[in-house]
């Protein structure tokens, strides 16, 4: 966002909170919540193709066709590696004129479990790839579509969808409108965790849903690095290394000469110290308490496929005591042609700063850092660890009623981290006590799925007929 609208951004949220709220109701006349119901593609809508060949040519090219064959997949794995191509279409779209911190990236895969400093279990975002302020509209609307994806996947019928949206956007507004009657130290204090989880759980989920969060929770609770330690590694000459899997995880050694493999080592524990400037004076002391034992290249995800990402093992007292850091490249989020560029220079510390703004409470190893690629280039990264006791859904398991209950969750986590930094009064009042947004939501996110078919169906025409090439493969 540029900075001039930014400061015109906080100088509304210091008004009263009733012009607050009298500015929120004012949006409604210039964009009307019912629509947001409005979907079509425009006449002259850039190729969804077009769209990820520029994002692939960027990226390591070998690793482009293993991105591709994730994303033919399935709709909805196409979903999740389409976010740029959902930007260009939401930037046609109505906008209230009300902006947040937006995750970029809301679908309902990256709400998941997380695990706090104080090592307790919470729920809360994943992503902040494509973190940036804008349209907050815009990651409910993500949110909404992959909800409705999932469910057709799951064979749910029309009206079991359009229920599933319907919870999930009233639980965002209702959250919102709580949210505005707090003050303000309360609402960056708000989290949930797994006391609250158990709770949600008690009230929505009938028994054997409760039984599978139990189980999820505590499968959560075991990935760590002593777990990725146990998979990722192999005794080689005494020593734990990363263990080779290509092309899903290269040992960086393997990527380089011999006579260049120094050199690199040297690079990579530059990177480490470097990157732990930007962490907190106790942080970085715990991190000087670890070595760099090896590193590795690793794929990750559906959409991040292709982008530059590292794997390091670093090791404190012995070696048994495993740390595992990722380092992932960050590049310029795909809001940013329709929102404006970032106002931070390093990508990395983009997505650094919007997670830190946007969740609840972030990993203490949270950095970034800028370094000289093998190919010349300089390139941003964030760091963060592996595995941090880190769980996922799986809608593939869902009932409808589970796949409500999660919507539901999604909503109201997404809700508190907007009002961490949109005004929460302004959206609050322009979403209102009835249901015009919700109903509005629910047609909106048929309409998307529909599209994305579409796109999904191009991507097998174009991989067909050898436009793109695709490598299927575990996803690692």
Known sequence: MPRNATTAMRAARHATPKERAALGRKARRRSPRSGHAEYRPSADRTDPLTILEAQSSTRVPELVPIRYGRMTESPFRFYRGAAAIMASDLAGTPRSGLTAQLCGDAHMLNFRLLASPERRLMFDINDFDETLPGPWEWDVKRLSASLVIAARANGFDDAERARIVRHTVRAYREAMIRLAGMRTIDVWYAKIDADRLEALAADQLHKSGRKRLARAMAKARTRDSLQAFDRLTETVDGRPMIAADPPLLVPAGDLMPDF?????????????????????????????????????????????????????????????????????????????????????????????????????????????????????????????????????????????????????????????????????????????????????????????????????????????????????????
């Open 260 to 476: 260049e493999r120094n050199a690199l080592e040297d690079q990579f524990r530059d990177l480490m110290r470097r990157y732990g400037a930007t962490l907190q004076s106790d942080r970085r002391t715990l991190l000087s308490d670890y070595r760099l034992a090896d590193v590795a290249r690793k794929v990750v995800g559906v959409g991040s496929v292709g982008t530059r990402c590292w794997i390091f093992l670093l090791l404190g007292r012995d070696d048994e005591d495993p740390l595992f850091l990722q380092a992932k490249e960050a590049d310029t989020s795909v809001l940013a042609p329709y929102v404006g560029a970032s106002t931070y220079r390093n990508q990395g510390e983009r997505v650094v700063s919007g997670q830190r703004l946007m969740q609840a409470t972030s990993d203490i190893f949270l950095g970034w850092e800028r370094v000289d690629g093998f190919d010349g280039r300089r390139r941003d990264f964030y760091v963060r660890q592996l595995r941090d006791w880190k769980g996922i859904a799986m809608p593939e398991r869902m009932r409808p009623k589970d796949m409500e209950a999660f919507g539901d969750l999604c909503g109201v986590t997404l809700a508190r981290a907007h009002a961490r930094s949109g005004d929460r009064i302004a959206i609050a009042a322009y979403l209102g006590g009835g249901d015009s947004f919700d109903r509005a939501l629910a047609v909106f996110a048929e309409a998307y799925a529909d599209q994305n078919e579409r796109d999904h169906q191009a991507l097998l025409d174009a991989v067909s007929a050898g436009r793109l090439p695709a490598e299927e493969l575990p996803t690692g």
